[in-house]
Structure formats: C-alpha cells, structure tokens
C-alpha cells in the first residue's frame, strides 16, 4: 500500500521517502531441514546431470549404463544355462567394476562441492539458514546416494533375475542382503574420499585426477604388491597390504564377514582378527572424511 | 612458434601452489613401491619389467600425461581466462606449440625419470630394462601430451575422458580386444622399448614402424588439430 509519508523535511527540500510497497514475508517458514533436503536431492539430481544440461548428463548415465549392462547379461547366461548359481556373486559385482566406479567418483565429487568453492556460492549457502554440517551432511548425503544407486542397481537386476529364473528363494535374498551392506559401505567410504580430495582443489580437473590417483592408482599399487607377495610365497602379508586401497579394504571387510570371497590374488581371506581391523579402518575413514569436510568448510569463504 | 611468456604461465598453472604435489605423489609411489619390491624379492629381471610395465608404463605415464595435457588449457578455457592470452597478437597454433612443449617437458620429468629410478633400484639396469621402459615413457610423455591437450581443447571434460582413454581403452579393452591394442599410445611406445631391450621381457602388439608412423601421425595430426580447435574456439557460458 504506497501511502504518503508525511516526513518532517526542512522547508524547500524537495527529499523525501517514497513507501513502494515492498512487504515482509508472513507466509510459512520452511526451515532448516527444509533447506538441508532440498540441498540433498538438488545434489543427488546433479550428480545423475538431472536438472542440469544434455551434456552433463552423457557421463553418468553412460557409467550407470556399463554397470548394469554386464549384470543383464550375466542374469541372461544364467537363465539360458539353466545355472543353479548366478556367475558372479554379489559381493564380487563391485570389486569387478571397481574402475567404472571410480571414474564415476572422480567425475562427480568435484562436480558436487568444487564448483561452489571455485564459483564463490559457499557463502550463499550459509545465508540461509543451514550451517556448515547441514552442507556437509548433504553433500555426503547425497554422493554416498548417488554411488548407492550406481552400486545397487546392477544387484538389484541380479536379483530380481535370479528369482525369475527361480534360483532359491532364500538363499539369494541372504546373498543379495550381504551384497547391498558391502555396496553401502563402499558408497559412504568412496563418497567420503571423494569429496574430501574434491574439496581441497577447486579445479574441476585436478580434482578429477586426485581422485582417480587415490581410488585406481593405489588399488593398482596394492595388487601389485599383493601378486608379488603371493609368487614370493608371503601370503600372510597379503591381508596386511590389502589395507592400504579404498577398493581392496572393502574386499577385506565383505570377505571377513560377508561371505565373500577376497579377489586378491591367492584370495587369501583375512582371519577374523583382520576383519575386524578392515571394519575399523573403513568406518575410521569415513568419520575422518567426514570430520575433514566439517574443518575445511568451518572458514570457507567466510 | 615458441614464446617463453606463454611457457612461463603454463608452468605456473602446472606446478604452481599445491598442484606439484598431485603430479609429483605418483612418482614417489612408484619408487617406494619398487623399493618395496627389491625388499621383497630381491633383483629379478621379470619382476622388475611387469612393475615398470604394468604399473609406470600402463598407469603412471598416461594419467600423469592426462594431467599435464589437460591441465595445460583445460582450467583456463574452463574459468575464461583463455580470452586474455588470445587477445594478444600470438599465433594460435603458436600457443598450443608451446602449451605441447611445456606439456611434454613436465610429462617427461615426472614420468621417464622415476621411472629410471625405479628400474635402477629394481634390477640395475639389469638387461637394459630401465633403460628401455624409460625411452618407453619419454616416446609416450609426447603423444600424450598432444592428444591429452587436443583433448583439453575439445572438450570440459577432457580430464574424465583423457582417463576414460587411458584406463578403459588402453587396460579394460586392450587385454580383452585384440584389434584396439594397435590403437594404444602404450603398445606403440612399448613397440620402441622391445627394440631397446631385446630379449621377450618387453613385448609389444605392434612392430616397430607401424609405432613409430602411428606416434609421429597422432602427434602431428593432434597438434595441427588441436591448434584449429583455438581458432575457432567459442568461449560458451558455465554448462
């Protein structure tokens, strides 16, 4: 309502306030966890390119397509084989197609949070009313989703055609279950990895190869020293070394307690005591990451 | 064709701040990984050739050539800085000339001489295999950083698909496709290194003049190409 405020002005200044209507806000405010979902699913869209252009949705989808294309083919072989068992279990799936998981981390970790950092919208963020652990949250939130649905998907085709082909009921919702803690695992640790390395380089492309040289270099590494250990006939190292790759930690937890089998060459499994120590290291990780993300976003662009 | 100024900036986006340290953990790996190996087994020659060709000549080189290749021009096109470098009275090609050297250079530094250390510290040099894998890494550091900066001309997401290359193509595909072995900077590099080393412990799919022909055309042809990409290159907004 533009109403004339009569203002006390000294004779002859023609000065004055206008009112123009703006009004406050009186409708419902939406709040905190409002905020911190829409920043999830908002992130969790962007990392599969939905909302965003054409062309940044060709990587993900064409990585989501490679993961599940091989699980298709294997539920065919083993329905026209009449198999009794699906070809490859659920727990080996992503420890096979580690690399096409990694290379989806690495594209889109930086995606996620280096673009805020590069383009200065962190504290954009922070103008509204959720803290540095709701961005956090979020951001992990929503990655660790994202490789979720990356890494369960295929199982999830595994599944429902191995109860198409009528392969035993319990057995293979007991082996799927496993399979889907061992991914979930995978997910927040590789999540947590990624965005820690992703928020320190606000270039996108060295982001990228940081990433890539964490996950694939140092599973290369690893291998490598395990396929020497086993050929020097040290096998009991092998256990120990495989405790130094994001991918060969998970192998080790999954075939202490989940009934896998480890792909390491020799596939020595590690004794309980090992596993134990596998578990503590993947969920130390994952707080640690966690805890890193928190400090580096304490005094960002604040 | 080559200016030192242009050089002397991409080196600064190479190596400047923390960015040395990305390029300069994989070297270091790769050494105390052999170290780690001389500890375990002792000097073999067989060893020694599948650490240096599975792991610098296969993994090492092409990612640390990714790096290099794109990083060269990628982040500059990237946030729009580029529009300064091209506004000055420069030759386009000329800039991508020294963007290459500069590339090479650093591909070079950080890939061939760790992994001549690391041969050293493996077998000694034992039937010239860290010699030969060496030559390997110096002959591949140059077709990759040609095709690696064609790349980063190209495309935003030069890195993800420069690795994509490297990993998918060259490993996944190569042990699996025999027809896409011909087609791998690796193989053609390793074509050189067989003739340095002699003996079967370096082996490649494709003999020595296809390599050679097929190095020196992907260089050239990158260049060239990636030099026309800079002249007509549109400056579009953030995806």
């Known amino acids: ?302 | 064709m080559y200016d030192p100024t242009v050089a002397r900036l991409t080196y600064r986006a190479l190596l400047g701040r923390r960015r040395a340290l990305i390029l300069g953990a994989l070297p270091l790996l790769l050494i105390v990984l052999s170290v780690a190996v001389r500890a375990l087994t002792g000097a073999d020659d067989q060893t020694a050739a599948d650490v240096l060709g599975g792991f610098a000549i296969a993994t090492m080189v092409p990612i640390i050539g990714v790096i290099a290749g794109t990083g060269a021009i990628g982040p500059e096109i990237d946030d729009g800085s580029v529009v300064y470098l091209l506004s000055k009275p420069l030759k386009r090609p000329a800039i991508i000339f020294t963007k290459l050297i500069v590339a090479i250079a650093v591909t070079m530094v950080f890939s061939a001489v760790p992994t001549l250390i690391a041969g050293l510290i493996l077998n000694g040099n034992g039937q010239q295999i860290a010699v030969a894998y060496t030559v390997a890494a110096l002959v591949s550091s140059i077709a990759y950083s040609a095709l690696f900066l064609l790349l980063g001309t190209v495309s935003r997401h030069a890195v993800v698909f420069g690795l994509v290359y490297a990993l998918v193509w060259e490993a996944l595909f190569g042990s699996l496709v025999p027809g896409a072995r011909t087609l791998s900077v690796q193989q053609w590099s390793l074509a050189v290194a067989h003739k340095i080393a002699g003996g079967d412990l370096v082996t490649s799919q494709v003999s020595l003049t296809t390599a050679t022909v097929l190095l020196v055309v992907v260089t050239v042809l990158a260049t060239w190409y990636a030099g026309q990409k800079l002249r007509t290159l549109k400056l579009a907004g953030e995806e």
């Open chain 1, 1 to 302: 309502m533009a109403v004339e405020q009569p203002l006390t002005t000294p004779a002859g200044d023609q000065t004055r306030i206008h009112d123009i209507g703006y009004r406050g806000y009186d409708g419902p405010r939406l709040g905190r966890a409002y905020a911190r979902l829409s920043l999830y699913s908002q992130s969790l869209r962007g990392a599969y390119g939905l909302g965003r252009s054409a062309k940044s949705k060709v990587l993900p989808m064409l990585l989501f397509t490679v993961m599940c294309v091989p699980a298709a083919i294997m539920v065919a072989v083993a329905v026209a084989t009449k198999a009794h068992e699906l070809p490859v279990a659920y727990t080996r799936y992503a420890i096979m197609m580690q690399a096409v998981i990694s290379l989806y981390v690495a594209a889109q970790a930086p995606q996620a949070v280096s673009r805020d950092l590069r383009f200065k919208t962190v504290p954009l963020y922070f103008s509204r009313p959720i803290e540095t652990a709701d961005y956090v949250r979020a951001k992990f939130a929503s990655l660790a989703s994202a490789i979720f649905i990356l890494t369960a998907a295929p199982l999830l085709v595994m599944y429902v055609g191995a109860l198409l082909s009528k392969l035993g009921f319990a057995h293979q919702t007991k082996e799927f279950a496993e399979g889907l803690v061992s991914v979930a695992l995978l997910s927040l640790l590789f999540a947590g990895i990624g965005l820690v390395i992703a928020a320190v380089t606000p270039r996108r492309g060295f982001g990228i190869a940081a990433v890539i040289a964490v996950l694939i270099i140092s599973y290369g590494a690893v291998s490598t020293l395990q396929a020497i250990a086993d050929v020097q006939n040290h096998t009991s190292a092998i256990p120990w070394i495989g405790l130094f790759s994001p991918v060969t930690l998970i192998d080790g937890v999954q075939s202490a307690f989940l009934g896998a089998t480890a792909r390491n060459p020799g596939a020595i499994n590690p004794s309980s005591g090992q596993g134990v120590l596998y578990v503590l290291v993947v969920l130390g990780l994952i707080a640690g990451s966690y805890g890193l993300l928190m400090r580096r976003y304490k005094k960002v662009g604040l």
